[in-house]
Structures are given as C-alpha cells and as structure tokens.
C-alpha cells in the first residue's frame, strides 16, 4: 500500500491543479494602467503624466484602491480588495516595481512609526488638517465639487504617503515643513482618531472648515439684508408718508 501512494503521488501532484502566478508588473501595468496613462507612461486625454510623480504617490492611489479609476478624472473614496476595486498586494508590489524607474524624483514612500507623540499630533493635525478633514476625522466639503474625505479607513502608511504627496487638493508637506518626528506624531494622532467617537451637530455645523464657516457668513449677509428692508424708513411715521405723498401729487397738478 505505502509502495502504491509512492508512485502515486508523483503523478497527482503532477496533474494537480496550481495556481497562477500573480501577472509581473510590466503586463500589470499594460492591463491595467496604460488605457489612461499611455503605454509610456506620459498620460492620455484620460489620465496624467506619471513620469517624476515619485513611489509614494504610487503606493497612495493603488494601496487605498483609488487606483485603477473606474471613470477617469473623477476623485474617488477609499476603496478595498474585497469589493474587487483594490488590486492585491502582490500585484501593487509588482507595480511599484515595474513603475520605480519612470515615477523616480517624486516623493519616495516615506518611513512611519507608530506610537509617536499624540499631544504634538494633536496641535499639527488642528494646525494643517482640521480645517479639511473635520475634528473628528470624519471629513467634509471644501468647495465646488471638492472634498476631503473620512480618514476612519485611513492606515497610517495612507496617511503618510498623503502628506508627502499632497493628492486631489490636499497640500503637499514636505520634510522641510514636516520633519520625520511631526510626521510620526501626525500620523499616530490620526490612528487614534479611528478609536475615538465624535458627537456631531446638525448641518450646518456637523464639521468644521469652510463650507461651515461660509454658511454662517451667508446666514449673517441674509439676516442683515432683511435688518435693513424692514427697518431702513421706521423713522418716517406712514400718516407723514403719505401726507408727503398727498402733497407731492398736488404740486404736480398746478400748472
């Protein structure tokens, strides 16, 4: 018996199924990329120019699946591999891979521990990020079409790939405006924000940033419209009115 599974199994893992391996990053890329960025990477009608954006800006788009776009040109939330709209790992490995050589001078992925100082997270989230993305993290508009979105699905290498490269409207940070260290504490205070439940207020006060800040503005500009409609001629009595109005139409009868 032991003598049959020894010749057996030679012929059945021969003809056992395997299954593939994961496509390398250049027939990724043609497959999956090149329809919007072009076969050079120089970008088309429907996609950018990918040549000097540098690895971090890679890693962003493809690690929170908003690459590839399912439309092109149009922002998308953070998205993930369960849903079938993120790449595999493997696969966005691959591509970095492939896409080093043609993205280099950009940002480089950058380097981020966790467990740094939350108190200093804190005052540089309030300084550079709040004003977008919410007190609590939950995000928000920011004007016309665009937005900011929520960083509860945020990791913190997300985070730091998007300080480094500033995608949609975000701003770019630099090391030269965040060191390794702020960068460090920003992203350990953003992580804990995901433990954290914020209470919000109804419209239009739910977040903070400008569209809050210009709704009151324009409450403000309404109320004093009607301030001065209602109240502008309160210092001329209506029987004086028109008396005035009596005697202007009596002048304009004489000849």
């Not at 030269?176 to 953003?190: E, F, G, I, M």
Request: glycine share 12%; charged share 15%.
């Amino acid at each position: 018996m032991n003598g049959a599974l020894i010749v057996a199994l030679p012929l059945l893992l021969a003809f056992a199924p395997v299954a593939p391996a994961p496509p390398g990053g250049a027939v990724r890329y043609a497959t999956t990329c090149a329809s919007c960025h072009g076969a050079d990477g120089f970008g088309s009608t429907d996609g950018p120019s990918l040549h000097g954006v540098g690895l971090a800006a890679v890693d962003f788009y493809l690690g929170t699946g908003r690459m590839p776009a399912a439309v092109p040109w149009v922002e998308a939330g953070h998205r993930h591999e369960s849903t079938g709209q993120q790449l595999p790992l493997a696969d966005i490995r691959a591509l970095e891979t492939f896409l080093a050589p043609m993205v280099a001078g950009g940002p480089a992925i950058p380097m981020v521990v966790a467990g740094g100082d939350l108190t200093h997270g804190r005052a540089l989230y309030a300084l550079h990020c709040e004003q977008c993305h919410a007190v609590g993290g939950t995000g928000g508009g920011i004007g016309a079409s665009d937005w900011a979105p929520a960083l509860d699905q945020a990791t913190i290498n997300d985070v730091a790939d998007a300080i480094r490269v500033g995608p949609y409207e975000m701003p770019r940070f630099g090391e030269h405006q965040l060191s390794q260290s702020d960068l460090d504490d920003v992203a350990t205070y953003v992580m804990n924000l995901q433990t954290v439940k914020y209470t919000t207020s109804p419209p239009p006060f739910a977040t903070s940033g400008p569209i809050p800040e210009g709704a009151l503005g324009y409450v403000a500009i309404l109320l004093l419209v009607m301030f001065v409609f209602v109240f502008w001629r309160r210092d001329t009595p209506p029987a004086k009115r028109e008396e005035a109005v009596r005697r202007d139409e009596g002048e304009g009868r004489k000849p």
